[in-house]
């Protein structure tokens, strides 16, 4: 039975963005060295990272305002004072335009248009066409939509054989034992958090996003318990990926991504070789078919 999460009404939104983006704030604010930013050293610091009333003097701001926007109360930022903040406090652009739309306000760079839901023919014909490099088709939420058999292969899953609502690389990855064991990169579950916390921000209240969402938290209390402790956001990134094989070992792929347009759409997965090991993972697992 899947979890039904209520749609919550605007002003509950609104209050729970502006708690949200009060932790984001703070937590921002505490990983900042004061002495990288040259400020200078004033009395003992209680806490990491930056004072309060550092940020306010950086973003040319009132410290009780800024005390209160931290706080969550009701303050209405406008959109140069929240790009003051930003910088102050080093925000990268994601993290920026993940303030915004928790300030609720437009992004600088409004990415916003309607995702590529269907999978025509020819990209089918076109994952195939990459074999044996393993390829899917994901959406911003992590859900897996299309693939060619190198990357069934690849991560030990049957995509054909499970439902829909389970064809997800966060949720396999907390729920399927192979998937999980087939991934060898150091602090992936928070670094999933960090993923679609910063995928989220522009979808919450949505009933997709929160039964999605609330899946996670039922399926994993590590990834609940990250969920509410930390507030780092990252987007999707081309890096090394170390798979664990049952009968290959150890060995690495470059990880590919190549976007739709528009940009915030499904996006092109892709492992290519990176080295002799690679190319022999890959060709051995071209012939299992």
């Not at 058999?149 to 609502?165: H, K, N, Q, T, Y």
Request: glycine fraction near 6%; charge should be neutral.
């Amino acid at each position: 039975m899947s979890l039904i999460v209520p749609v919550e009404a605007a002003p509950a939104r609104h209050d729970d963005n502006r708690k949200q983006l009060g932790a984001f704030l703070r937590a921002r604010r505490e990983s900042l060295d004061p002495q990288r930013l040259g400020l200078p050293r004033s009395g003992r610091r209680r806490t990491p990272g930056l004072r309060r009333e550092e940020v306010a003097m950086l973003a040319d701001v009132g410290v009780t305002w800024y005390t209160w926007l931290e706080q969550g109360r009701e303050v209405n930022p406008s959109t140069l004072v929240m790009q003051a903040i930003a910088q102050a406090l080093q925000c990268s652009a994601l993290e920026t335009r993940h303030l915004f739309v928790l300030a609720g306000l437009p992004p600088l760079e409004s990415l916003q248009a309607p995702q590529c839901e269907g999978i025509s023919a020819g990209t089918r014909r076109m994952l195939d066409s990459l074999m044996p490099q393993p390829a899917s088709i994901q959406k911003p939420s992590f859900d897996i939509v299309a693939w060619n058999e190198s990357f069934c292969r690849l991560m030990g899953v049957d995509f054909a054989s499970i439902p829909d609502e389970d064809r997800n690389c966060i949720y396999l990855y907390l729920t399927n034992d192979a998937w999980r064991t087939r991934i060898a990169n150091p602090d992936v579950l928070p670094t999933f958090v960090s993923y679609f916390r910063a995928a989220m921000a522009e979808h919450r209240g949505e009933p997709e996003w929160e039964n999605k969402l609330a899946r996670f938290f039922a399926a994993s209390a590590e990834f609940e318990s990250l969920w509410r402790q930390r507030y780092d956001v990252r987007g999707v990134e081309n890096q090394i990926k170390m798979f664990n094989h049952p009968q290959l070992g150890m060995f690495n792929l470059q990880q590919m991504y190549w976007y739709s347009a528009p940009r915030n759409g499904s996006r092109l997965l892709v492992y290519l070789p990176v080295d002799e090991a690679g190319e022999q993972a890959l060709a051995w697992l071209d012939k299992q078919g």
